[in-house]
C-alpha cells in the first residue's frame, strides 16, 4: 500500500491543523493506521493509532485531549485533527499502515511495514 501525507504547515502555539493520509494500492480496510512523529534528533515516536474499522483508537498520553485520529474508509484516508498545539508538537509526521485483526491497535513502530514520506509541522511559541 502507498501513503501520502499532507496537511503540514507552520502555525502558532494553540493553533490547528489536520493532517490527511491517503492510501492506494491495496484494500485500505486492510489496514490498522497509525500516526507517528520525528522531531530533530529524537526517535520516532507514536502519537496514535485506530483500527480497521474506527472502532478502537489510541493515543500518545501527551496528546490525549488535543489530537483526535479518524479514517474515512470510502476515501481511504485517515486523518489526525490537532487542536492547541505546542511548540513541542513541532515534528515531521509520518502515516503507517499495516494489516491487522479489525479491532487490534498498533503503537510500536516497528510493526508498521507501510510508511508514508512524512509532513512537516512546524509550531511556532
Known amino acids: 500500500v502507498d501513503l501520502v501525507e499532507s496537511g503540514g504547515g507552520v502555525v502558532r502555539a494553540g493553533g490547528s491543523l489536520r493532517l490527511s493520509c491517503v492510501a492506494s494500492g491495496d484494500t485500505f480496510t486492510r489496514y490498522i493506521m497509525g500516526w507517528f512523529r520525528q522531531a530533530p534528533g529524537k526517535e520516532r515516536e507514536f502519537v496514535a493509532t485506530?483500527?480497521?474499522?474506527?472502532?478502537?483508537?489510541d493515543y500518545l498520553q501527551s496528546v490525549k485531549g488535543r489530537f483526535t485520529i479518524s479514517r474515512d474508509n470510502d476515501r481511504s484516508t485517515v486523518y489526525l485533527q490537532m487542536d492547541n498545539l505546542k511548540p513541542e508538537d513541532t515534528a515531521v509526521y509520518f502515516c503507517?499502515?499495516?494489516?491487522?485483526?479489525?479491532?487490534?491497535?498498533?503503537?510500536?513502530?516497528?510493526?508498521?511495514?507501510?510508511w508514508g514520506r512524512g509532513t512537516q509541522v512546524t509550531i511556532s511559541s
Open positions: 503507517a499502515a499495516e494489516p491487522g485483526l479489525l479491532t487490534n491497535l498498533r503503537t510500536d513502530p516497528a510493526e508498521y511495514k507501510n
Open positions: 485506530i483500527s480497521r474499522g474506527a472502532l478502537k483508537t
